[in-house]
Structures are given as structure tokens and as C-alpha cells.
């Protein structure tokens, strides 16, 4: 049903419109008490099997939202009563931003992707916090809130910059991610190098510290799939020797070569970053490596590509304690997270693992056994 309104409506809509439009249903539904119970009865049924614990949290399961979708707090109740686990806000800045001029968001439909250069557009970090101090929450879910650096802000302020963001929110986050893997803010992927990233990620790690002094705000960093094998070994060590609580792979690339598109080549070579299907392959190479890498000493979040329940069991069985997901939200529409989570609970009972916890990372375990 949905993918049919998908191509009689949303299809032939500008892609940010459609999004503000989708967004805006959800948002509403949400706020009516009759029809929101209704609605996540039938989205978000629960399965005890994939109730999960990462990052001192407890979550209904491990599938989360990508941040992106909800870049200023506006409906994390309407996200989860859409049936995701945790919901991860922005990027939020330090400071209010515009973004890119538009057009700015647009589909690959043939290949299932989306490619973006929103730059970061967002009302910045004094105002999502306050909207996130002054939120009653209708249901219980996890908010996780994705910082990055401000356009105008040069690099070697950028540290700063995040230390204003992480001030700003770490009270109202159930954990912080520092962004410094999109492709959109010009300078930031440098940021990604360990010699720029260990003082920002320590900056922002004391800056936390110091806004939430009686509890330990969990600390993650979001990478890019782009990085040679080498930097994301780099990355990886770099996370076990500051005490980082996790690492998220991936976010989006700027490649376009050797992806299999089959989009119209006009808008394939549009700038920015392309997420959802063709990024499935890399973003699952990274994910093993970073676990082969650390193990279970850090948690990992796999997300780019995931777009169905055998999808998010890989992630798993590759080492991700937390899978996301966001581009397969626009095709598969407001049954997806109902099918992931169906689809996870009958693979696990399949499965030779007594518990969820117990399939993260069994694929690279196995392989190493037999190497």
C-alpha cells in the first residue's frame, strides 16, 4: 500500500518537501492520545527476545533511527511510536544554521539511495536544548543527540565549537555523538584524522563531564566509509586508548564508482553523500573490521544500507550492538521498523544463539577461528 502512494504522491514531490510533509503526519498523530496508542500497537509491537542493553541504556530492541530525520527534536514521540528503539537527533551545531541552498535532497528510486548536501541545516544547540528541557515524554525511548561543526567555524576552532554543542545538550542526551564524517561541512571529514581527532574527542568527553557531573554521558564518534582500511584501524585504537563508549559505522559516501547505479547519471553525479543500498557492501566491511579490531571492549552501531531484518542480522552477527537505519524509511514507509523487528526475533529464534547479545559479532569471531 505504501509503496504504491510512494509512487502516485511522495514520488513526485520535491524529496525535502515530502519528507517535511511525511514528518509532519507523524508529528500529529503523535499528539493525539486515542490514535498514537493505536497506531504503536499496531508499528511498534514488542519482542522481550531483542530487548537489548548497550551503553548502560535499555532498549526495547537494537534498531534505531539515523541521524537526519528529525535534525531538531521535533518528533522524537512520533518516531517512537513508529516502532525505532532509539532515536538519534540532528546534526545540531553550535550555532543555527541554514544548510546548503536548496535543491539539496534527491532520490536514486532505481537504486534505492538517496544523495544529500543538507549542510548541517538546524536551529543550533541553545535552541534544540532547550526544546529537549522543556519535552515530556509520551514514551520511553532513547535519544541520542549527533553534534557537528558549525560551516562558518574555521578548523581550528572546531574543537570549540563542539564544546558549546556537548555543553548544550549532553543533559538532555542519553548519549553524544561527535559527527565528523559528512561530507556537506567543508573541512570536517579532516577532522576525522587521529592527530585533529583525539584533542576534539577529549574536549568534548571533559565538556560533558563537566555539564552532567552526576552521571557519565556515553561517548560515540560517527565515521566515515570512505576512510582507508588503515584510518579505521587508527580510529578504532584511538576509541579503546580514550575510553570512547562506542563507534558508528557509517555514515555516507561521496563515492559513485564500482556502486552498480542505475540511476539516471544526472543526478548520480550530483555533490554530496549518497546513503541507503549500494553503501550496504563498505559499511558492512567497515563494521567487521572495527570489531575484528576492538572486540567487545567498545560498542559498535552499524548503520548505511540496512534496509531489511536479514540486513540488521548481519550488522549484528558482524559486530553492532545497535543497528540504524534512515534512506530504506523513505521507500519502505511506516511499516519498516515492524518488519525489522519481526524479522529479527524469527532469525534469533533460529539461530544457535540463546540471546541477542550472544550473535553480536559471531561471524568475525568465527572467521578468526578458522584463520
Same mark, same amino acid.
Given at each position: 500500500?505504501?509503496?504504491?502512494?510512494?509512487?502516485?504522491?511522495?514520488?513526485?514531490?520535491?524529496?525535502?518537501?515530502?519528507?517535511?510533509?511525511?514528518?509532519?503526519?507523524?508529528?500529529?498523530?503523535?499528539?493525539?492520545?486515542?490514535?498514537?496508542?493505536?497506531?504503536?500497537?499496531?508499528?511498534?509491537?514488542?519482542?522481550?527476545?531483542?530487548?537489548?542493553?548497550?551503553?548502560?541504556?535499555?532498549?526495547?530492541?537494537?534498531?534505531?533511527?539515523?541521524?537526519?530525520?528529525?535534525?531538531?527534536?521535533?518528533?522524537?514521540?512520533?518516531?517512537?511510536?513508529?516502532?525505532?528503539?532509539?532515536?538519534?537527533?540532528?546534526?545540531?551545531?553550535?550555532?543555527?544554521?541554514?544548510?546548503?541552498?536548496?535543491?539539496?535532497?534527491?532520490?536514486?528510486?532505481?537504486?534505492?539511495?538517496?544523495?544529500?548536501?543538507?549542510?548541517?541545516?538546524?536551529?543550533?544547540?541553545? %535552541? &534544540?536544548?532547550?526544546? =529537549?528541557?522543556?519535552?515530556?515524554?509520551?514514551?520511553? !525511548? +532513547?535519544?541520542?543527540? *549527533?553534534? /557537528?561543526?558549525?560551516?562558518?567555524?574555521?578548523?581550528?576552532?572546531?574543537?570549540?565549537?563542539?564544546?558549546?554543542?556537548?555543553?548544550?545538550?549532553?543533559?538532555?542526551?542519553?548519549?553524544?555523538?561527535?559527527?565528523?564524517?559528512?561530507?556537506?561541512?567543508?573541512?570536517?571529514?579532516?577532522?576525522?584524522?587521529?592527530?585533529?581527532?583525539?584533542?576534539?574527542?577529549?574536549?568534548?568527553?571533559?565538556?560533558?563531564?563537566?555539564?552532567?557531573?552526576?552521571?557519565?554521558?556515553?561517548?560515540?564518534?560517527?565515521?566515515?566509509?570512505?576512510?582507508?582500511?588503515?584510518?579505521?584501524?587508527?580510529?578504532?585504537?584511538? %576509541? &579503546?586508548?580514550?575510553? =570512547?563508549?562506542?563507534?558508528?559505522?557509517?555514515?555516507? !559516501? +561521496?563515492?559513485?564508482? *564500482?556502486? /552498480?547505479?542505475?540511476?539516471?547519471?544526472?543526478?548520480?553525479?550530483?555533490?554530496?553523500?549518497?546513503?541507503?543500498?549500494?553503501?550496504?557492501?563498505?559499511?558492512?566491511?567497515?563494521?567487521?573490521?572495527?570489531?575484528?579490531?576492538?572486540?567487545?571492549?567498545?560498542?559498535?552501531?552499524?548503520?548505511?544500507?540496512?534496509?531489511?531484518?536479514?540486513?540488521?542480522?548481519?550488522?549484528?552477527?558482524?559486530?553492532?550492538?545497535?543497528?540504524?537505519?534512515?534512506?530504506?524509511?523513505?521507500?519502505?514507509?511506516?511499516?519498516?521498523?515492524?518488519?525489522?523487528?519481526?524479522?529479527?526475533?524469527?532469525?534469533?529464534?533460529?539461530?544457535?544463539?540463546?540471546? =541477542?547479545?550472544?550473535?553480536?559479532?559471531?561471524?568475525?569471531?568465527?572467521?578468526?577461528?578458522?584463520?
Amino acid at each position: 500500500m505504501y509503496k504504491f502512494f510512494f509512487r502516485l504522491v511522495f514520488s513526485r514531490m520535491d524529496p525535502e518537501a515530502a519528507h517535511h510533509l511525511a514528518f509532519g503526519w507523524i508529528r500529529r498523530a503523535a499528539r493525539v492520545p486515542v490514535l498514537r496508542v493505536f497506531v504503536t500497537a499496531v508499528l511498534a509491537p514488542r519482542y522481550k527476545e531483542l530487548r537489548t542493553e548497550a551503553l548502560g541504556l535499555r532498549m526495547h530492541g537494537p534498531f534505531g533511527l539515523a541521524a537526519g530525520f528529525d535534525k531538531n527534536a521535533v518528533g522524537i514521540d512520533g518516531l517512537a511510536m513508529a516502532g525505532f528503539d532509539h532515536v538519534e537527533i540532528g546534526t545540531v551545531t553550535g550555532e543555527p544554521q541554514p544548510g546548503n541552498p536548496k535543491k539539496r535532497l534527491f532520490r536514486l528510486v532505481p537504486d534505492r539511495a538517496l544523495i544529500n548536501r543538507m549542510g548541517f541545516n538546524n536551529e543550533g544547540s541553545a %535552541a &534544540v536544548a532547550a526544546r =529537549l528541557a522543556a519535552r515530556t515524554p509520551v514514551f520511553r !525511548t +532513547v535519544v541520542g543527540v *549527533n553534534i /557537528g561543526k558549525t560551516k562558518v567555524v574555521p578548523e581550528e576552532e572546531a574543537a570549540a565549537d563542539y564544546v558549546k554543542s556537548a555543553e548544550r545538550l549532553a543533559p538532555h542526551a542519553d548519549y553524544l555523538v561527535v559527527n565528523v564524517s559528512s561530507p556537506n561541512t567543508p573541512g570536517l571529514r579532516s577532522l576525522q584524522a587521529v592527530d585533529h581527532l583525539r584533542p576534539l574527542l577529549t574536549a568534548v568527553r571533559e565538556a560533558a563531564d563537566r555539564a552532567v557531573p552526576a552521571r557519565r554521558v556515553p561517548l560515540l564518534v560517527k565515521i566515515a566509509p570512505d576512510l582507508a582500511d588503515e584510518d579505521v584501524d587508527a580510529v578504532a585504537d584511538l %576509541a &579503546v586508548e580514550l575510553g =570512547l563508549d562506542g563507534v558508528i559505522a557509517t555514515n555516507t !559516501t +561521496v563515492a559513485r564508482e *564500482n556502486l /552498480g547505479l542505475a540511476s539516471d547519471p544526472a543526478v548520480v553525479a550530483e555533490t554530496g553523500g549518497l546513503s541507503g543500498a549500494p553503501l550496504k557492501e563498505r559499511s558492512l566491511e567497515v563494521l567487521r573490521r572495527l570489531y575484528a579490531r576492538v572486540g567487545d571492549r567498545i560498542t559498535l552501531v552499524g548503520v548505511g544500507g540496512v534496509e531489511t531484518a536479514e540486513d540488521a542480522w548481519q550488522r549484528i552477527l558482524a559486530g553492532a550492538t545497535l543497528v540504524q537505519g534512515y534512506s530504506a524509511f523513505v521507500y519502505e514507509g511506516p511499516f519498516w521498523a515492524r518488519s525489522i523487528h519481526k524479522g529479527l526475533a524469527a532469525r534469533l529464534r533460529t539461530s544457535p544463539y540463546a540471546t =541477542l547479545a550472544d550473535a553480536v559479532g559471531a561471524d568475525v569471531r568465527k572467521t578468526e577461528e578458522t584463520a
